[in-house]
Each structure stands twice: as structure tokens, then as C-alpha cells.
Nanobody, 128 residues
Framework: QLQLVESGGASVQPGGSLRLSCVVS????????AGWFRQAPGKEREGVSYISMNGHAKNYADSVKGRFTISRDDAKNTVYLQTDSLTTEDTAVYYC?????????????????????WGQGTQVTVSS
């Protein structure tokens, strides 16, 4: 099992950028695929971006393609989400999640139900 701690959320103006970090405080990230999800008030949790265990496969929700970038640094036990050109629609609590990988580690996992390790979330607010 992983223990995940997100940070980097803040209040920013439209067009701004944030880098979210997810540190694995217990366990080893290298054996896990990871994902970033978000949940806005009154809405269901939705997937944002996903990265395979080996780091070579990435996937993005259509709403963030070209604006968000996921990456990982296993030596630092950390997954990142670079968010650029933020809009008010990006306002939400952002969660990172981990799923034990398998095989050569190419799979990405895009559903909330795929993951059994979750952080507590970090708030991103985009407003003028």
C-alpha cells in the first residue's frame, strides 16, 4: 500500500499555472502506475491524467490536453502535474492515486475504480 500526500494547490487567476506534487510518504512509487483526478463541488470525481509504472505511457482527459503535463520521478518518490493556461473550469480538489503495476509496466489506468491508494487532495481555485 502507498501513502500519498499532495501539495501545490493554490488560488490563481485565469491563464495562470501551478505544479502539483504527489509525494509517496510510505511505500515505493516505482512499482505503481499513477493518476491525477479532480472533484469540483457537486460533481463526481473525474480523471485528469495518468502515467504508467514505467513512465513511458501517458494519457490525458480531453479537457486538459495540451495544457496539463504529468510526469514522475521515482528517485524522489513523486508524481507531478504541471497545469498551464488554467481556467475557472479547472477549479476543484485534485487527488493523486496509485495502482500496483504489472508486467513491463506499460498500462495506464483511467478509472477511479482502478485505484486503491489515494491522497487527501489539494485545492486548486481559478478565479479573477
Amino acid at each position: 500500500q502507498l501513502q500519498l500526500v499532495e501539495s501545490g494547490g493554490a488560488s490563481v487567476q485565469p491563464g495562470g499555472s501551478l505544479r502539483l506534487s504527489c509525494v509517496v510518504s510510505r511505500g515505493s512509487l516505482e512499482y505503481y502506475a499513477a493518476g491525477w483526478f479532480r472533484q469540483a463541488p457537486g460533481k463526481e470525481r473525474e480523471g485528469v491524467s495518468y502515467i504508467s509504472m514505467n513512465g513511458h505511457a501517458k494519457n490525458y482527459a480531453d479537457s486538459v490536453k495540451g495544457r496539463f503535463t504529468i510526469s514522475r520521478d521515482d528517485a524522489k518518490n513523486t508524481v507531478y502535474l504541471q497545469t498551464d493556461s488554467l481556467t475557472t473550469e479547472d477549479t476543484a480538489v485534485y487527488y493523486c492515486a496509485g495502482k500496483r503495476g504489472s508486467g513491463l509496466g506499460w498500462n495506464v489506468y483511467t478509472h477511479v475504480s482502478d485505484y486503491n491508494n489515494w491522497g487527501q487532495g489539494t485545492q486548486v481555485t481559478v478565479s479573477s
